[in-house]
């Protein structure tokens, strides 16, 4: 759900810094729009001056020239006709001349008065862009925050499972080497000392017997110091300090086959290297889970490790040949396959992929891919 939230801010943000890139935009083409306005203004300005100007001239021409005709007309005298027709038509181009100023004059005014409408309009949508703009960057700043504070909290959360998962696999393991112990040279330490108490009272009775037994606990004390031997070998190989993982996995897979008579076959594709010591525990210990439970569930008379190495993982593969079970329903409610979910949650805490494929009657394949870090 946190991951759906932050999916959809993250989409509402992209759409604000489009939206902001939008207005950025449309102020770049308000402000040429008002420089141009400006300027178309400012020579509308002039050529209104130039032509009042024209037309005040032009008005005092034509009163003169009125003026003339009329005195023309008030003589005594009979005008001679040539003067009087001229007179009337100055009067009349003077008066003709004027009316067309006078229109040209109308029509730049009004061209000024729509530019200086069309002026403030841009203006007031330069304002209004602005406005949105500082809206847009608040918000945007706003819900950047909002997202910051779920990364952090989803980070917070995942470190929480990631802890809560280490403490499980710790806990996991402390339990297998618990019960490891238990089942091996517990009981046999547990059996030798009964036996001692036993020979310890045979001892004034039947030495003969006493002899027997204690040849008896000596086979039984070295079966013990090997189980010993195996359990610190399982806790922390030898060999995978060492040698490196491929050898301490060859070593355990031969170990394996004499304890449980199981054959076993260990193969290797790509280029052996080493990793990093904390992956490489990881593998094995892997391994060795799938590997115990083969023995303890699968009833196969064959087990086969493959390791394959790529230039950025490491791909493991541990199949057996026995009676198999439902994968499927394993992982949604794991029951007593629930050493599978742990080792899930431990490849998938690498970052890695598992994979558990299972028939009936034909066995099972656990694969893990890790990345090689």
Do not use: W
């Amino acid at each position: 759900m946190t991951n759906q939230l932050n999916e959809i801010l993250k989409e509402a943000l992209t759409a604000m810094e489009s939206g902001k890139e939008q207005l950025v935009y449309i102020d770049e083409l308000t402000g040429d729009s008002i420089q141009r306005l400006v300027k178309d203004l400012e020579q509308l300005q002039i050529d209104i001056a130039v032509l009042t100007n024209e037309a005040e001239d032009q008005q005092d021409h034509e009163q003169r020239v009125s003026q003339r005709l009329a005195t023309i007309k008030r003589q005594q005298k009979q005008p001679a006709e040539r003067e009087r027709v001229k007179a009337q038509a100055d009067a009349a181009a003077a008066q003709a001349k004027l009316q067309v100023l006078q229109a040209q004059k109308i029509h730049l005014c009004s061209q000024r008065d729509f530019l200086e409408r069309s002026l403030l309009q841009v203006k007031r949508i330069t304002t209004r862009t602005a406005r949105v703009h500082l809206q847009v960057n608040t918000a945007a700043d706003l819900l950047q925050s909002k997202i910051n504070e779920i990364v952090q909290a989803s980070v917070l959360d995942q470190h929480q499972d990631m802890a809560v998962r280490i403490i499980k696999a710790q806990e996991e393991e402390r339990l297998r080497v618990a019960r490891e112990i238990h089942d091996g040279p517990a009981q046999m330490i547990a059996n030798i000392i009964l036996r001692l108490e036993i020979l310890n009272k045979l001892f004034d009775v039947d030495i003969k017997q006493v002899k027997f037994e204690l040849r008896d606990l000596q086979n039984l004390v070295r079966l013990s110091f090997q189980d010993i031997r195996r359990s610190i070998f399982n806790l922390r190989p030898a060999a995978l300090e060492g040698l490196g993982l491929v050898p301490a996995v060859k070593k355990y897979v031969e170990n394996f086959q004499k304890t449980h008579g199981i054959v076993c076959e260990c193969q290797l594709e790509g280029e052996e290297k080493r990793l990093n010591s904390l992956l490489e525990i990881a593998v094995f210990r892997l391994i060795q889970e799938s590997m115990n439970n083969i023995a303890k569930h699968a009833n196969s008379k064959k087990a086969c490790v493959m390791m394959r190495f790529a230039e950025d993982c490491l791909t493991t593969q541990v199949q057996d040949f026995g009676k198999g079970f439902n994968a499927k329903n394993a992982l949604k409610s794991p029951g007593e396959h629930y050493g599978l979910v742990g080792m899930r949650e431990r490849v998938e805490l690498l970052r890695g992929q598992f994979s558990v494929q299972s028939s009936l009657s034909r066995g099972t394949c656990i694969e893990f891919t890790l990345p090689i870090f």
